[in-house]
């Protein structure tokens, strides 16, 4: 009887430069390990896809009827995962070029690099598509099963522990594709639990376009919602998919699908949620970022790289076959292709928001009380994103009623014929600035002033500087030239007033920078205007809101000489000018001003005061009672 002989097991090493990259990964490359079943699946999907485009012209393939399908499973006794898939197989040429070693010209001087610190390790997938490799973080050994789609090709089997030497040998498989087993590290035993792999296959793999088996059950949903034509979505189903992708059980205030070819391939979906702060667990997100596909597999849950940071509340996904990989695919590389998607995402979000602001203001009100700081800390921060985002912002003012917003654009529109200046007044709140000292002349002359009450909203306005060629000027500028109050001259009332001039000046002392007669006043008794304009007027009012180190800045207070309190003072000062009430009053004018200005550092001292101030007049009542006439019967 003959003596079967025993196939010929050839025995090889790995390129050295094979041999550099396996301690890489062994090392420091992979974050999370469960990353090895989804570079094997993108394998086994690539296999299946040029199959398909080999039998598109060629009828010459080994079992043509097969599904094509990815199927994968686990023994937890033996502590295996096997993944097999029906695609287009390898022959011995293709195993040993493939797995042998890393089929690019720069990789020696790449790896070159790497081992001097002159480049980053996260760029070696990216760079030579290895991610076959990262099987080794799990595996004490690997064989790869293989059998070419030719008819006639012969079957043969790759081996190896990742320890620099490979075996390959013929062997016997009846199906064509291939199929790796994987012989897990004790440390690595959570991978041989079929629910642990389905997890895998939902987060990474889940729109793979070919069914994945997880034991008999196909545990993927294969159609990925962005890659199919808007025209064939329902609006229910971007719903539902918002509501998967993001756990908020609100519906999105807007969405917006698109898909291009040019400059750059890109299918997305891109959500803005109803709300600031959504979810099972609002606020407790550290993390921020579109979802980043490649060819419908998982590459980052977060890629903060795709949008600007103020589209930091955009929900989504963005797939395209142009993406450069890093390692493992975890990130992005910095380069012009992203830059590409960046900028049509960018464009077409900023296009979308227009829209709904001049299609539906109602909704863009809603949009902007959620959103409204993103933006604004955008033109505060991004000078290249003004022209993006100065159509798109809204603010309250004293032309709009109620909590009504106007934009920059309705504001010019209605514009004064002579008015050279888009004016703005800054406090705490709604009710401060609308109480405002310093909307005196313009209230009397009609001149619309923007209300800003939220601490981005002064950066955003300097950052901007103008808006179609007219500057932004804060109406506590004290040149305000145009809105000044023409004032009869009476030297009869202006002597008392120059000698209170002096005495407030005498009770503030150093914590004014002077103290004059108002050209601007009308209806209010005093306000306080900087000596000079310019970022740390409004820095101060900002430490103070963040409760910082702060010192009340020296401002100029104005008097209004025709308002009734101030020519009262004036004459207390010429008639009693040793009357204790007299400085407790201009305290209280002072400290009216800065609290309006939001400046005052601690409003509760002010009540010892108040409280003496309501005393004094209560007792001037009671002293001196209305006499009534009664009539005699």
């Known amino acids: 009887m003959a003596q079967v002989q025993e196939p010929a097991v050839e025995q090889h090493e790995f390129r050295a430069e094979v041999r550099q990259l396996l301690d890489i990964l062994a090392r420091s490359l992979y974050t999370e390990r469960e990353i090895f079943l989804r570079e094997l699946i993108s394998n086994a999907s690539d296999a299946l896809n040029r199959l398909q485009f080999e039998m598109l012209t060629t009828q010459e393939v080994l079992d043509p009827e097969a599904e094509l399908a990815i199927r994968i499973q686990a023994d937890k006794e033996q502590r295996t995962v096997t993944v097999s898939d029906t695609g287009i197989g390898m022959t011995r040429e293709e195993l040993l070029q493939n797995l042998g070693t890393i089929a690019h010209s720069g990789a020696r001087t790449f790896l070159r690099q790497l081992q001097e610190g002159q480049i980053s390790p996260e760029r070696i997938i990216g760079q030579f598509g290895v991610g076959f490799y990262s099987v080794f973080m799990v595996a004490e050994e690997v064989t790869v099963t293989t059998r070419s789609y030719r008819p006639d090709a012969q079957a043969w089997s790759w081996t190896s522990r990742g320890d620099g030497t490979y075996t390959v040998a013929p062997t016997q498989k009846a199906e064509r594709g291939t199929t790796v087993t994987v012989k897990l590290k004790e440390e690595a035993a959570e991978f041989a639990d079929e629910w642990r792999l389905e997890q895998i296959v939902r987060r990474h793999s889940n729109y793979i376009s070919f069914p994945i088996y997880v034991g008999e059950r196909v545990v993927n949903r294969q159609v990925a919602l962005w890659r199919q034509m808007p025209s064939e979505v329902q609006e229910e189903d971007y719903i539902q998919f918002y509501r998967e992708l993001t756990l908020d059980t609100e519906k999105p205030l807007l969405w917006l699908h698109i898909v291009t ?372 019967p």
């Not at 060819?295 to 849950?301: A, D, F, G, P, S």
Request: proline share 8%; charged share 25%; aromatic share 6%.
């Open 261 to 632: 070819d040019a400059p750059v391939n890109i299918r997305s979906i891109l959500y803005v949620p109803s709300r600031r702060e959504w979810g099972l667990l609002p606020g407790l997100r550290s993390e921020y970022g579109l979802r980043l596909y490649s060819r419908q597999v998982l590459i980052q849950e977060h890629t903060s790289d795709l949008l600007p940071a103020h589209f930091r509340f955009v929900e989504g996904v963005v797939d395209s076959e142009d993406v450069p990989l890093n390692v493992s695919r975890e990130a992005v590389q910095q380069d012009p292709m992203l830059r590409h998607i960046r900028r049509a995402l960018t464009a077409r979000l900023v296009k979308e928001l227009k829209a709904l602001a001049e299609q539906d203001p109602d909704r863009y009100a809603t949009f902007w009380r959620e959103f409204g700081p993103f933006l604004k800390e955008g033109v505060a921060t991004d000078p290249s994103s003004h022209d993006d985002l100065k159509d798109l912002l809204r603010f309250h003012s004293s032309h709009a009623e109620g909590d009504g917003l106007v934009s920059l654009a309705a504001y010019v529109a209605r514009m004064k014929p002579d008015q050279k200046a888009i004016y703005y007044v800054v406090g705490d709140d709604l009710t401060s600035v609308r109480h405002s000292p310093h909307l005196d002349p313009f209230r009397s002359q009609q001149v619309e002033v923007l209300y800003l009450v939220e601490p981005v909203d002064t950066f955003a306005v300097l950052a901007l500087r103008e808006y179609e060629g007219y500057p932004f000027r804060n109406v506590e500028d004290a040149d305000i030239e145009a809105l000044r109050v023409e004032v009869p001259h009476d030297e009869e009332a202006d002597a008392p007033f120059q000698a209170l001039v002096e005495r407030v000046r005498a009770i503030l002392g150093d914590r004014v920078a002077d103290v004059r007669a108002s050209q601007h006043l009308i209806t209010s008794p005093c306000r306080l205007v900087a000596p000079e304009s310019g970022p740390e007027r409004e820095l101060a009012r900002v430490r103070r809101l963040l409760d910082q180190e702060f010192e009340v800045p020296k401002r100029i207070l104005e008097l209004n000489p025709r308002h009734t309190l101030v020519r009262h003072l004036a004459t207390m000062q010429a008639t009693t000018p040793d009357d204790p009430l007299l400085p407790m009053i201009v305290e209280q004018l002072f400290e009216n001003a800065l609290l309006v200005e939001g400046l005052l550092p601690n409003p509760a001292a002010m009540t010892p005061r108040i409280q003496a101030l309501m005393e004094a007049a209560v007792n001037a009542r009671v002293q001196t009672p209305t006499t009534h006439q009664e009539d005699t």
